[in-house]
Nanobody
Framework: QVQLVESGGGLVQPGGSLRLSCTAS???????MGWYRQAPGKQRELVAT?????????DYADTVKGRFTISRDNAKNTVYLQMNSLKPEDTAVYYC??????????????WGKGTQVTVSS
């Protein structure tokens, strides 16, 4: 069974920084990993995604470009989201997402349970 375990959320003041981590376990080869977020009363939206290798592009939502940086460690099956210059509107539950496959299985999408990020003074 594939599990995505997130960590690093919390409460931070405007202008502050947080770093989220997400590790995929369960004999899983992630082809693409990323972060989505959902604020109260809003739909879940893409934050950033990153491919496993040199092919493909790293994508960011316009609202986070220049402030957030996504990176990954393929050896650890882990994706990170460095969030700087945080704003109150970044407050949301952040979900890790992975597209990949277990040995002998077709690829599919997997989600973590989410980690709360609150930006408030």
């Amino acid at each position: 069974q594939v599990q995505l375990v997130e960590s690093g959320g919390g409460l931070v003041q405007p202008g502050g920084s947080l770093r989220l981590s997400c590790t995929a376990s369960g004999d899983f080869r992630a082809l693409r990993m990323g972060w989505y977020r959902q604020a109260p009363g809003k739909q879940r939206e893409l934050v950033a995604t990153i491919p496993s290798g040199s092919g493909g592009s790293t994508d960011y939502a316009d609202t986070v470009k220049g402030r957030f940086t996504i990176s990954r460690d393929n050896a650890k099956n882990t994706v990170y989201l460095q969030m700087n210059s945080l704003k109150p509107e970044d407050t949301a539950v952040y979900y890790c997402n992975a597209f990949g496959a277990r040995s002998g299985s077709s690829p599919g999408y997997y989600w973590g349970k989410g980690t709360q990020v609150t930006v408030s003074s």
